[in-house]
């Protein structure tokens, strides 16, 4: 027995090996969206599949504005300043301690004790200090801030009286201080210290007014009054405050034709067919609100748009006040410690790295949800190109069974005639010769020949 070669030397459960370049996998999944129109009379219901298009239209161009003007904001949202850091409390300790206070003096005397020096001065000092609690657990980074850290500026009056004669008309009854780092890239420990003292001699209480001005990293103003009244608060940003109008306008129904929301079956935009909207046409345009009362007087008008807002709202917006604090200097203590505290709100700079992180997560989640939202579309459209495929094939099917019925002997002759034409079609490859083709009166002769073959090739995908 001759050997087997070896390249056909296999076992029985062996199987040929595949070709490295195989052709790519074709996907036979339907496609189609669009219902042919000889259906639209046959099935009923079909014009609100029609309906449901026209709106998908509309609802991708209004998509499509506000992801411009959605990437728009995100560029001017994206500034530093825009974002929110750490908050925390500043609490402020506002204090005084004397010494050598004839009291003190004398209390020493009774116990005791040995005067340090008898004709020393008696003097008193006035401290403001600070530090802050952070509202969160991890409150690593802000340990190392110092009191100094938080403001933009702090300012103690000493206000004379007939006990001082010497203060009259004095300097140094005014002592201030500023912080004129505006740039937040600086170190913020540039600038260090936890209190700030002010010695003066005397044994008398006197009146003093400290003004605190707290540093701002963020863009919040101060409201005027009316405002204040509106919002409840006394400090917003401008983006803030267009979100709370908007809110209102919404709960009080004051947004123009709000009856083109609801007289479509689906989510539609009159006007939006020339993928253009007149912006002049104010009673065509759903950013036109209404003004009531209340928003009449804060806007001094009767009709507004929504980009017009930051304009309007201008006048209502004010620098931020320091905090004003009056104290009394008591001699008559060693100290009075804890009787004056305040707690200030504070936000810290913002930490950019944390902040890019933050974002970066933001957009992962959104693209995530983007995706997961785009595969549910991606099925749907799966399901209805499915459903269109099952109504074509049921319309072939009925045209087949009626034209069958309606004339059963000259339906199928013209079916046999067509049959024999696709055989004819099928076996005319027999016995072709270059020769004949190559002349054009073939071409004449068998044009129909030639023209069902192509539909028939184009047909069966064989080329």
Same mark, same amino acid.
């Given at each position: 027995?001759?050997?087997?070669? &070896? ?11 595949? #070709? ?14 669009? *219902? ?24 991708? *161009?209004? /998509? %499509? ?8 904001? &995100? ?39 040995? !005067?340090?020096?008898? #004709? ?8 403001? +200090? ?10 690593? +980074? ?5 009191? %100094?850290?938080?403001? $933009? ?5 000493? /206000? ?13 009854? *005014? /002592? ?8 937040? @890239? ?23 007014? *400290?003004?605190?001005? !707290?540093? $701002? ?8 009054? =009316?405002? $204040? ?6 400090? $917003? ?17 004051? /947004? ?10 689906? !989510?539609?935009?009159?006007?939006? #067919? ?13 950013? !036109? ?44 203590? @060693? ?11 504070? =936000? ?9 992180? =933050? ?18 579309? &991606? ?41 024999? =034409? ?5 076996? %005319? ?18 044009? %129909? ?10 047909? @069966?995908?064989?080329?």
């Amino acid at each position: 027995m001759p050997p087997i070669p &070896q390249g056909q030397q296999f076992g029985a459960n062996a199987k040929p090996r595949q #070709h490295a370049a195989a052709a790519p996998v074709v996907s036979y999944t339907p496609t189609e969206t669009v *219902i042919p129109p000889t259906l639209y009379h046959k099935v009923p219901n079909l014009e609100l599949y029609q309906k449901l298009k026209e709106a998908e239209k509309d609802v991708d *161009i209004l /998509i %499509s504005r506000k992801a411009l003007d959605f990437q728009a904001i &995100q560029q001017k949202t994206i500034h530093p300043l825009n974002f929110k850091g750490e908050t925390g409390i500043l609490r402020v300790f506002v204090y005084n301690t004397n010494e050598n206070q004839p009291w003190q003096k004398q209390l020493q005397q009774e116990q005791g004790k040995q !005067v340090a020096d008898p #004709h020393a001065e008696s003097t008193w000092t006035l401290r403001v +200090e600070g530090r802050f609690l952070s509202d969160s657990q991890d409150n690593s +980074e802000s340990e190392a801030f110092k009191f %100094s850290s938080f403001l $933009s500026g702090i300012s103690i009056d000493i /206000i004379p009286n007939d006990d001082y004669p010497a203060l009259q008309n004095s300097l140094s009854n *005014i /002592i201030e201080w500023r912080n004129d780092t505006g740039d937040l @890239s600086r170190n913020i420990n540039s600038a260090s210290f936890d209190g700030l003292d002010i010695k003066r001699s005397g044994i008398f209480n006197i009146n003093t007014k *400290i003004a605190i001005l !707290v540093k $701002s990293h963020s863009a919040r103003l101060k409201l005027s009054d =009316e405002m $204040s009244q509106f919002t409840g608060k006394h400090e $917003s940003t401008q983006q803030e405050l267009i979100y709370m109008i908007w809110q209102y306008v919404l709960y009080k129904n004051l /947004i123009r034709k709000t009856d083109n929301l609801t007289k479509v079956p689906a !989510v539609s935009s009159s006007g939006l #067919h020339d993928g253009t909207i007149n912006q002049d046409a104010d009673n065509e345009d759903l950013t !036109v609100a209404q003004a009531d009362s209340v928003l009449k007087s804060l806007l001094k008008v009767d009709t507004f748009k929504f980009t017009d807002l930051y304009k309007l709202l201008q006048p209502h917006f004010k620098p931020r006040a320091p905090i004003l604090i009056d104290y009394e200097v008591n001699t008559r203590k @060693s100290t009075t410690l804890g009787e004056v505290v305040l707690d200030i709100p504070i =936000e810290l700079p913002l930490n950019l790295s944390k902040v890019q992180k =933050e974002l970066l997560n933001f957009n992962k989640l959104a693209f995530d949800n983007l995706t997961k939202a785009d595969g549910i579309i &991606q099925k749907l459209n799966s399901r209805i190109a499915l459903g269109i495929v099952s109504l074509q094939n049921a319309n072939l099917r009925e045209d087949f069974y009626r034209s069958l019925s309606d004339d059963p002997v000259k339906f199928i002759e013209q079916w046999l005639e067509s049959q024999a =034409e696709t055989l004819k079609a099928l076996k %005319s490859d027999e016995g072709y010769d270059e020769e004949i083709v190559r002349r054009a009166q073939y071409f004449e002769e068998n044009e %129909s020949l030639i023209r069902d073959k192509i539909d028939l090739l184009l047909g @069966s995908n064989r080329f």
